[in-house]
C-alpha cells in the first residue's frame, strides 16, 4: 500500500467538497431545546429538535467566560459564503438565508423568511422577516434578497452551481420577494437554504468592478447571523458575538476555529483543556474521549462511505479493460461482506448499505431494490462470464485504488484496507493508495487527473436528504464523469419538474433501480464521522443534514 502525504492546495477547490471548518464540524445545533434523542455516548447532551436559540435554560451556571476555541481538520478558504460552496449559507454563523432545514429531515423552514407560498409550478413569493440587521447596524431589505440571488446566480461563484435553476427576481413590497425559476424545480426550496443573504449597499460600495468587491468583501465580510467576523487567516478564523444587530440569543462571546490536521493532535490539545470541540475522530480516540466525558457526535445519514467505480473516463467516454464492463463492476458488490465491515471494522458505528445510496423514508429509496448479497463464488462467476479468467500465476488483472481523506487510522483508510482485502479474494491485484494530500485527491476527483478504477471517496446527500442530490453527479451533462446513461439522464430531468410527491418518487425509484443495475458506486455502509465536544460545552445537536454548526445554541457552563 501507499500513502500519498500533504502537500500545499488550493483550498477554494476544497471547499467545494464539503472540507471547511465549519462543515467539518458535525454537531450541527439546529436550535431548540435540549432533549436525550441523540446518538452519541453522551446522549443527554445531544438534541435533535430546532427552532431559534433562547438562551441556556434557566438556572444554569455559566462559566465567567463564554470563550469557545474548536479544532477542525480543513478550514474554510474564504469568508465568503458565495465562493465557497461547503459549511452552507452560514459559514461560521455570521450570515442567514431565507429558508432553514431540519437538522434530521432536511425539510425547508422558516428562517429569514417567515412564510412562503408557490404561485405557480415555476414562482415563489417569500414575505421577509422584519427587524433583521446586518452587523453594520443597516436593515436588511427585500432588495438585499434579490442582489443575493442575483449574485448567487452568477457564472464563477461556487454556489451558482446550486442555484443554476434560477430565471429572475423581483421586489413585490417592502416584505415580500418573488422568485421565478427557468423550469420546474421542486428543489428550489433546499437550494435557498444554500444562499446567504448579503448587503447589496455595503458590498457596492467596496469597489468598482466585481472583483475589487469580492476581494474587499473577503477580507471584512457582514451578514446578519448572531456572530460577526473579526478576523481570518489561512490556520485561524475568529467570530464574536454580533450585538443588539441580530434576531438571535448567542451566548458564546467568541469563537475561534483552529487549523488542526492531525488527529492525535487535535485529541491531546483537547484533553488539555485548550479547545473544546474537535473532528472527525478515528475509531481508536474514542475510548479516550468517552473515559475523558467528551459528548460524541455521530453521522451516520446524509453520505455514503462507499466508493466510485466510473464506466466513463475523465473525458466522458466509455472505459475499455475491465471496469468498462458492468459484470466486472457488479463482481466487486458481491465481493463484499458489508456486515462484517460494519461489525468488526467499524465497531458497529454505522449501518450497511442495501443496494442503494438512500435510507429508507428519503426520497428515491425504493423496496424494489435489494442489495448485493455477500457471495464470491456469484462474483468469481460474473468475472469468467466477462471474459476475466484466472491466469497461471493466480490472478485475474490488475486494477488501481485510492482512498481519500485517508490519514493513519482514519475510517476512510480502514474501509479502503478492508475492501482491498475483499476484492483480492477474487484473484484480481488491487494497488492501493491511502491518500492524504487533498490536492491530489480533488483532481482525480475533478477529472484533472485520470481516477483510479476505483475512488473511494464518499458520496453526499446533504443537505438536501434526497436521492437527486447523489444523483446529480452521475448524470452525462454534470461535467463529474462518472456514468453515462441517456435513459438515466432523462429521468433526471423528469423528476426535477415533478411536484407531484408520488409521481416524482415513481421516477426517482426507478433512477434508483438503473443505478443499481449500472454498479457505477460500490456500496459500502454509511457515513462514520464521529466529533467530540467538551463536557462542559452545550448546546450540541444530533445532525444528519447539515455539518455546519448554528453556534447561538451554545454555551459553557461553569
Excluded at 219 to 225: C, F, V
Aim: proline share 5%.
Amino acid at each position: 500500500m501507499k500513502e500519498i502525504s500533504s502537500t500545499p492546495f488550493s483550498r477554494r477547490r476544497a471547499l467545494f467538497l464539503g472540507l471547511s471548518s465549519a462543515a467539518a464540524l458535525a454537531l450541527t445545533s439546529c436550535r431548540g431545546a435540549d432533549t436525550s434523542t441523540g446518538t452519541g455516548d453522551n446522549i443527554d447532551a445531544l438534541s435533535r429538535d430546532g427552532g431559534p436559540g433562547d438562551g441556556p435554560p434557566a438556572g444554569v451556571q455559566l462559566a465567567a467566560t463564554q470563550v469557545a476555541t474548536i479544532a477542525v481538520s480543513n478550514l474554510s478558504s474564504s469568508v465568503d459564503p458565495m465562493v465557497v460552496v461547503s459549511g452552507g449559507a452560514r459559514r461560521f454563523d455570521m450570515y442567514e438565508s431565507l429558508v432553514d432545514t431540519h437538522p434530521s429531515t432536511g425539510e425547508p423552514r422558516p428562517f429569514l423568511a417567515t412564510q412562503w407560498k408557490q404561485v405557480d409550478d415555476r414562482t415563489w413569493q417569500f414575505t421577509l422577516r422584519e427587524g433583521v440587521k446586518f452587523h453594520d447596524g443597516t436593515p436588511m431589505t427585500a432588495e438585499d434578497v434579490v442582489f443575493s440571488f442575483q449574485r448567487a446566480s452568477t457564472p464563477g461563484y461556487g454556489i451558482a452551481t446550486h442555484f443554476s435553476t434560477m430565471e429572475s427576481s423581483r421586489i413585490v413590497d417592502e416584505k415580500t420577494i418573488e422568485l421565478v425559476t427557468k423550469t420546474p424545480d421542486v428543489l428550489i426550496l433546499k437550494r435557498l437554504a444554500q444562499v446567504a443573504i448579503l448587503p447589496k449597499k455595503y458590498y457596492e460600495g467596496l469597489g468598482s468592478d466585481q472583483k475589487t468587491r469580492d476581494a474587499a468583501f473577503a477580507k471584512a465580510p457582514i451578514g446578519t447571523g448572531p456572530y460577526k467576523f473579526v478576523s481570518y487567516a489561512s490556520d485561524k478564523a475568529v467570530v464574536k458575538k454580533a450585538g443588539d444587530t441580530t434576531w438571535r440569543k448567542p451566548t458564546l462571546e467568541e469563537i475561534t476555529f483552529l487549523l488542526v490536521t492531525d488527529a492525535g493532535t487535535q485529541l491531546n490539545s483537547f484533553l488539555a483543556g485548550d479547545v473544546h470541540y474537535i473532528n472527525i475522530q478515528p475509531l481508536n480516540n474514542l475510548p479516550t474521549l468517552t473515559n475523558a466525558g467528551a459528548t460524541l457526535i455521530e453521522l451516520t445519514k446524509g453520505n455514503d462511505l462507499g466508493a466510485f467505480m466510473d464506466s466513463v473516463d475523465n473525458k466522458g467516454k466509455p472505459k475499455t479493460g475491465p471496469m468498462g464492463d458492468k459484470r466486472v463492476r457488479q463482481a466487486l458488490q458481491y465481493a463484499l461482506n458489508k456486515q462484517e465491515l460494519v461489525k468488526d471494522v467499524l465497531q458497529g458505528r454505522t449501518v450497511a448499505d442495501d443496494g442503494q445510496l438512500i435510507g429508507k423514508g428519503l426520497p428515491g429509496y425504493t423496496d424494489t431494490v435489494k442489495d448485493y448479497p455477500y457471495d464470491v463464488e456469484k462474483a468469481k462467476s460474473l468475472l469468467d462470464e466477462a471474459g476475466y479468467p484466472v491466469k497461471a500465476d493466480g490472478t485475474r488483472f490488475t486494477i488501481t485504488m485510492a482512498s481519500a481523506f485517508a490519514g493513519t487510522g482514519s475510517v476512510r483508510r480502514l474501509i479502503g484496507e478492508w475492501m482491498q482485502s475483499s476484492i483480492s479474494k477474487l484473484g484480481i491485484k488491487v494497488e492501493f493508495t491511502a491518500l492524504t494530500d487533498t490536492a491530489l485527491q480533488l483532481e482525480y476527483f475533478y477529472n484533472t487527473k485520470q481516477r483510479p478504477d476505483i475512488y473511494h471517496f464518499g458520496l453526499f446527500t446533504r443537505p438536501y436528504m434526497d436521492a437527486a442530490r447523489a444523483y446529480s453527479r452521475f448524470i452525462s451533462t454534470s461535467g463529474s464523469y462518472h456514468m453515462a446513461n441517456p435513459e438515466f439522464d432523462e429521468m433526471y430531468k423528469q423528476q426535477l419538474g415533478e411536484q407531484d410527491p408520488a409521481k416524482r418518487q415513481a421516477i426517482l425509484a426507478k433512477m434508483t433501480e438503473l443505478f443499481h443495475e449500472e454498479s457505477c458506486f460500490l456500496f459500502a455502509c454509511g457515513d462514520v464521522w464521529i466529533d467530540a465536544g467538551a463536557k462542559n460545552l452545550k448546546g450540541l445537536v444530533q445532525c444528519d443534514v447539515q455539518t455546519e454548526q448554528y453556534y447561538d445554541r451554545l454555551y459553557l457552563t461553569a
